[in-house]
């Protein structure tokens, strides 16, 4: 599968929202112990860098360079190169093992024989993902257009992992419910365009010389938001598929 993060992993340092410190209490609060805890597909370290005030050594794993070398750095925190298939950590080593708006790109069935190696007794797993956006009203009707209308066809298949949260994924653990949880930012409006140009849909968009789709939106967003300098409410529901190994 195409790796759509291997280039750009400053804009995504830039633009990306950040998880709420709640997300990160909660998985340590589950977790069978406070020792080790590994993030796959990690990124440029969102969430590893908020496990890391609960855990003594936390260890941030992608297979894009240019990712690592964006992350987030800070104590108890370690980051390598490496697919979520083959992960660089002792047998039964890891007490919870996240991956977060990731785990749609790994081949699953060798991520979980993984996270069985790896895995402590009792060892939480959890796949985290961020669903679609909600604006202001006066915004979110011509975005939801724009999204399953106009982008929504230059979407890689497994975005639809993404929009159901999860909830078509194979999980065979012994799985629990999380507490809701939501992502929320004000943002400006070059801050939101700029999130809008991490997206794997607006980067294949534009190789196929679609890039008027994109631009068409950004204008009437422009309008429809003023002053480009008014932070604007943005919020994305989380997703989770937690379990015990």
């Not at 653990?173 to 991490?198: N, S």
């Not at 607006?202 to 679609?210: D, K, T, Y």
């Given at each position: 599968m195409r790796n759509w993060f291997e280039q750009g992993g400053s804009d995504y340092a830039r633009f990306r929202p950040e998880y709420p410190a709640q997300l990160a209490a909660y998985l340590a609060s589950v977790a069978p112990d406070a020792g080790l805890a590994v993030d796959v597909g990690c990124g440029n370290g969102q969430l590893t860098q908020l496990l890391a005030a609960h855990f003594g050594q936390v260890v941030g794993l992608d297979p894009s360079a240019d990712q690592i070398a964006n992350a987030t750095t800070g104590d108890h925190l370690s980051y390598q190169c490496a697919p979520a298939e083959r992960l660089p950590l002792a047998d039964h080593s890891v007490g919870l093992i996240t991956a977060a708006q990731a785990a749609h790109w790994f081949d699953l069935p060798a991520f979980y024989s993984e996270v069985r190696r790896v895995g402590?007794?009792?060892?939480?797993?959890?796949?985290?993902?961020?669903?679609?956006?909600?604006?202001?009203?006066?915004?979110?009707?011509?975005?939801?257009?724009?999204?399953?209308?106009?982008?929504?066809?230059?979407?890689?298949?497994?975005?639809?992992?993404?929009?159901?949260?999860?909830?078509?994924?194979?999980?065979?653990?012994?799985?629990?419910?999380?507490?809701?949880?939501?992502?929320?930012?004000?943002?400006?409006?070059?801050?939101?365009?700029?999130?809008?140009?991490?997206?794997?849909?607006?980067?294949?968009?534009?190789?196929?010389?679609?890039?008027?789709?994109?631009?068409?939106?950004?204008?009437?967003?422009?309008?429809?938001?003023?002053?480009?300098?008014?932070?604007?409410?943005?919020?994305?529901?989380?997703?989770?598929?937690?379990?015990?190994?």
């Open positions: 402590a007794p009792r060892a939480v797993l959890a796949l985290i993902s961020y669903g679609v956006l909600d604006l202001d009203a006066a915004l979110n009707e011509r975005f939801q257009r724009f999204y399953w209308q106009e982008i929504g066809p230059y979407w890689p298949p497994a975005r639809k992992l993404v929009d159901s949260g999860y909830a078509t994924l194979d999980f065979p653990f012994e799985e629990f419910q999380a507490p809701p949880m939501h992502i929320r930012v004000a943002w400006r409006l070059p801050e939101f365009l700029g999130y809008l140009q991490t997206w794997s849909a607006v980067r294949s968009a534009r190789e196929a010389g679609r890039e008027d789709i994109v631009t068409r939106f950004a204008d009437d967003l422009a309008l429809l938001w003023g002053d480009e300098q008014t932070p604007r409410s943005v919020t994305w529901p989380i997703n989770m598929r937690i379990g015990r190994l």
